[in-house]
């Protein structure tokens, strides 16, 4: 789906509605029979425990993708540090299981309350400056963050991280032999951060947050409280992210500092977006999808080969082309080819 | 008690002073114009009235409340409206957006869609192309679209920093010819302007130069002086 702002209405008010209301038909087909497909896969016969995990990698990176779309896409803040939110999310959730035997359901909010309460700092420290110095902070929050997990060994396991005690299959405590639990969580997930996302889009907070991304000063002279709305934006997507931390956390069974708070993992939150159509609600669905399809595929051929590494080559190159010929990704090409078809 | 009054306004960027104690007034019905050239400090004057940037020295006060320290939001909300230099519209975002996204009063469908009625009647243009994004519309239309999401709250005061600037001669007229219109509606107008045909419509205004205050005065008194005839109508 498009985003409004990417639309040239037709000029006769009766014919511009219909098409508008087809594409959303077709979206929510679309997403029907994704939906459909996904949670069909773990009954098939041929579908195994790998295939499986990558579905649910690429769930929950499409969901990372949709929190941090929210602020970096639709408010144009440009976040290279939400790993800090994931690796929040992530620790929270496992020190507490591990040390308090605090089940997940609870832990995920103590992560929430966390990334909020970092966001908070972070955002009324840098978010009434303008320019980059909110991505310079959002790195040096990530950095700092690896530090602290390095540093408090006995609390985070230090360098090696942290792994999750297993019990066996657990629904209280959120743990599974098997993927398929988690190919369900992760599809409740990208299903509510789609909403969650549609929401904001249609909302007064979302065309504030459209406003700023667009010109700051037009903004605050329209009467918009940019420094409130930025804010605003930031630490939704922050939660949304420490959330998602907790589904990461309880699929993989562990995290270590490099996974939460690296930079490879920072910029792997924002392909998908980025792949996608920033901004747009189902860009992470779509650019999430062919990240992680690529990824899995590159591992395969780098295996093959006896090559190390091909998969980060391959996603500069993919990186590349998206900014070079589908700056508005996969899901703007959707759109300039719905605009020739009329 | 006067709309607005400017007491002894001072405006700078570091050391660099761009307005130096400036005072004036405005009544409500009025169009008032800052004339003078570039870098005479009147984008500034209008910045630090909507709270852009603040002011070094003196006051501001609107029907007796002191503007100064309030964020532009703020400004806005107190019912003074401030259509920037330069069109800035937003271009990613509809026309129908770009005006509703400044609609602060309380909000409803029934009074956004007055609102909306209002600027579409002044501006019909505006309603032909509500669902085209801001960016694509030409410069005269963008000023209109600037110019109609000020309107959104039906402001007390319209400020305008140059809205006939980069717009053809037939397109400005038209510009002032809505304003002249928003006028009879019963908003108050300040004006900035380059151009001192801008002085047709004015009730009054001041003569800016290098920060300061040259000459004030009403309309008559203004296009009468030796001035203005030398330095902005060539005659």
């Known amino acids: 789906m498009d985003a409004p702002a990417t639309e040239r209405g037709a000029s006769d008010p009766a014919a511009e509605r219909s098409p508008r209301r087809d594409r959303e038909r077709r979206a929510f087909i679309y997403g029907f029979v994704a939906i459909a497909v996904v949670a069909a896969l773990p009954t098939l016969p041929f579908v195994n425990d790998y295939l499986l995990a990558v579905v649910?990698?690429?769930?929950?990176?499409?969901?990372?993708?949709?929190?941090?779309?929210?602020?970096?896409?639709?408010?144009?803040?440009?976040?290279?540090?939400?790993?800090?939110?994931?690796?929040?999310?992530?620790?929270?959730?496992?020190?507490?299981?591990?040390?308090?035997?605090?089940?997940?359901?609870?832990g995920v909010w103590v992560g929430a309350l966390l990334s909020l309460a970092v966001a908070l700092v972070m955002g009324t420290m840098t978010l009434r400056m303008r320019g980059v110095f909110f991505a310079l902070a959002t790195?040096?929050?990530?950095?700092?963050?690896?530090?602290?997990?390095?540093?408090?060994?006995?609390?985070?396991?230090?360098?090696?991280?942290?792994?999750?005690?297993?019990?066996?299959?657990?629904?209280?405590?959120?743990?599974?032999?098997?993927?398929?639990?988690?190919?369900?969580?992760?599809?409740?997930?990208?299903?509510?951060?789609?909403?969650?996302?549609?929401?904001?889009?249609?909302?007064?907070?979302?065309?504030?947050?459209?406003?700023?991304?667009?010109?700051?000063?037009?903004?605050?002279?329209?009467?918009?409280?940019?420094?409130?709305?930025?804010?605003?934006?930031?630490?939704l997507s922050a939660v949304m992210t420490s959330v998602a931390g907790t589904l990461y956390m309880q699929s993989y069974q562990a995290i270590d500092p490099e996974t939460a708070f690296g930079l490879s993992q920072a910029i792997q939150l924002q392909l998908p977006a980025l792949i996608g159509g920033l901004g747009t609600a189902w860009g992470p669905i779509v650019g999430g999808a062919v990240m992680i399809f690529l990824s899995e595929a590159t591992n395969w051929g780098s295996t093959k080969l006896g090559v190390a590494g091909i998969d980060i080559l391959v996603y500069g190159l993919l990186l590349l082309a998206v900014v070079m010929y589908a700056p508005k990704g996969i899901m703007g090409l959707f759109a300039a080819r719905a605009r020739g078809g009329r | 008690m006067s709309l607005l009054e400017i007491e002894n306004l001072s405006v700078a960027y570091g050391d660099l002073f761009a307005v130096r104690e400036v005072s004036f007034a405005l009544d409500e019905g009025a169009v008032f114009v800052l004339l003078g050239a570039n870098g005479a400090g009147k984008t500034s004057i209008l910045r630090s009235i909507s709270g852009l940037v603040p002011a070094r020295g003196g006051r501001i006060l609107a029907a007796g409340r002191d503007l100064r320290g309030l964020a532009p939001n703020q400004v806005a909300r107190a019912g003074i409206s401030h259509v920037p230099e330069g069109r800035q519209i937003f271009p990613n975002l509809s026309v129908a957006e770009n005006l509703t996204v400044s609609f602060l009063k309380e909000r409803t469908k029934e009074t956004m869609a007055a609102a909306l009625a209002a600027v579409y009647e002044l501006f019909p243009r505006l309603a032909e192309r509500r669902r085209q994004a801001g960016g694509t519309l030409s410069g005269g239309e963008q000023q209109m679209l600037a110019i109609g999401r000020a309107l959104m709250n039906f402001p007390k005061l319209l400020m305008l920093d140059e809205p006939s600037l980069g717009l053809s001669p037939v397109l400005a007229d038209l510009v002032f010819e809505r304003l002249a219109t928003i006028r009879s509606l019963g908003t108050t107008i300040l004006l900035v302007e380059q151009n001192a045909t801008c002085l047709e419509l004015a009730t009054g205004g001041i003569i800016l130069a290098n920060g300061r205050v040259v000459l004030a005065g009403t309309r008559d008194r203004l296009q009468d002086s030796e001035f203005v005839r030398r330095a902005y109508l060539g005659v």
């Open chain 1, 139 to 235: 790195i040096a929050v990530s950095l700092a963050l690896d530090q602290l997990a390095r540093h408090y060994v006995d609390l985070t396991g230090g360098d090696n991280g942290l792994a999750l005690k297993f019990l066996g299959d657990s629904l209280w405590f959120m743990q599974s032999r098997t993927p398929t639990p988690f190919v369900y969580a992760g599809l409740v997930f990208v299903i509510a951060y789609y909403w969650i996302t549609r929401w904001v889009l249609g909302s007064r907070l979302g065309l504030q947050m459209r406003a700023v991304r667009d010109d700051e000063v037009a903004a605050a002279a329209a009467g918009v409280g940019v420094f409130r709305t930025k804010l605003l934006g930031l630490l």
């Open chain 1, 56 to 106: 649910v990698r690429a769930l929950i990176f499409i969901a990372l993708g949709q929190a941090w779309n929210v602020v970096a896409g639709i408010g144009g803040l440009l976040s290279l540090g939400h790993g800090a939110f994931l690796g929040l999310g992530c620790y929270a959730t496992g020190i507490l299981f591990n040390d308090y035997g605090l089940p997940p359901w609870l």
